[in-house]
């Protein structure tokens, strides 16, 4: 991953943020392989958003579905 040695390079903090029902870029495959990577790293902050999708869009259900990104209203908790 290229955004991986990018940030192994980075010396400033990095905040990695990951809604857990996206269904595109899947929070518990993706958040290991970045915290493995970067185990040597110092100042990452991970946050996980239970209820948000791939657009931090609030939903219910374990894995979002297409039809939520015709309603792009940012969650909340997000701003």
């Known amino acids: 991953m290229k955004a991986v040695e990018m940030s192994k390079e ?3 903090p990095l905040f990695i943020i990951q809604g857990e029902r996206d269904y595109q870029v ?4 993706e958040i290991p392989l970045w915290k493995e990577q ?8 991970y946050r996980l958003y239970p209820k ?23 969650s909340p908790s997000m701003l």
């Open 10 to 12: 980075q010396k400033t």
């Open 26 to 29: 899947q929070s518990k495959i």
């Open 38 to 45: 970067l185990k040597e790293r110092g100042n990452v902050d």
């Open 52 to 74: 948000l999708n791939h657009f931090f869009t609030e939903g219910d259900g374990e894995i979002s579905k297409p039809d939520e990104y015709y309603v792009l209203l940012i």
